[in-house]
């Protein structure tokens, strides 16, 4: 039964703390993708990944990182630089990066400040 | 700056009626649209899409519609069901390679 599998559903951060979110794929996909949701917003990019050990910024990187050694994992770092990181994170993955291919999401992680 | 607008936060509709979620964009180079259905504490799940050569996609029942000279999109559900209750979001792409900008949602509730 392929998906994509968020961990963990609810995380909390304390202040100066970095936390990571992890999402795995078992759908064979080259591309993965990070957002951010906030009430009342769409989603937000954050990094998006084509292919192994590449990836690339979305339109709000800042205060986050990423890693992509596996083609399956592209676990999501939220550092002590984020200045407001309580939301809802959500991890996607596609075959490829063309228009007429959607993209399929995990559960998502809400991230609240202690 | 909004690409990518739904202008209804929210949509009430009775049970076996019309639902019609709408979509405006603002980037002339989107070319590929896709609506998405999000339940609460869930991911969203792909639904339906379309491309600019097409002005029409059906799937059961819904259909997409989509006015390029007015770069604006509808989603029709017929009939509405209370499973449908959920948030709607409209995503739009401009060629190979560029991500999908994706518009606030519409959350709608159908009454039964």
């Known amino acids: 039964d392929g998906g994509i599998t968020q961990s963990p559903k609810y995380l909390f951060r304390k202040e100066g703390q970095n936390v990571t979110l992890s999402c795995e794929q078992n759908l064979n996909h080259d591309a993965m993708y990070w957002y951010r949701q906030d009430p009342g917003q769409g989603l937000r990019l954050i990094y998006y990944?084509?292919?192994?050990?590449?990836?690339q910024k979305g339109d709000i990187a800042e205060g986050y990182s990423v890693s992509r050694e596996k083609k399956e994992s592209f676990p999501l770092t939220v550092t002590s630089a984020q200045k407001n990181p309580t939301a809802f994170y959500l991890c996607?993955?596609?075959?490829?990066?063309?228009?007429?291919?959607?993209?399929?999401f995990g559960d998502g992680t809400r991230l609240s400040i202690l | 700056d909004q690409q990518v607008k739904q202008n209804s936060p929210s949509l009430s509709v009775q049970e076996g009626r019309i639902s019609i979620l709408n979509c405006d964009y603002t980037?002339?180079?989107?070319?590929?649209f896709l609506w998405y259905k999000k339940y609460p504490a869930e991911g969203p799940t792909f639904l339906i899409s379309?491309?600019?050569?097409?002005d029409k996609n059906e799937d059961g029942r819904f259909t997409v519609f989509l006015n390029k000279s007015a770069k604006h999109l509808s989603l029709h559900i017929v009939p509405s069901q209370p499973g449908d209750s959920a948030v709607y979001f409209c995503?739009?792409?401009?060629?190979?390679?560029?991500?999908?900008?994706f518009g606030p949602g519409t959350r709608l509730s159908v009454l039964p």
């Open positions: 980037n002339s180079m989107f070319d590929y």
């Open positions: 990944s084509q292919i192994v050990n590449d990836f």
């Open positions: 995503a739009a792409s401009a060629n190979y390679g560029q991500n999908f900008v």
């Open positions: 996607a993955s596609s075959k490829g990066m063309s228009g007429d291919q959607p993209q399929h």
């Open positions: 379309i491309s600019s050569i097409k």
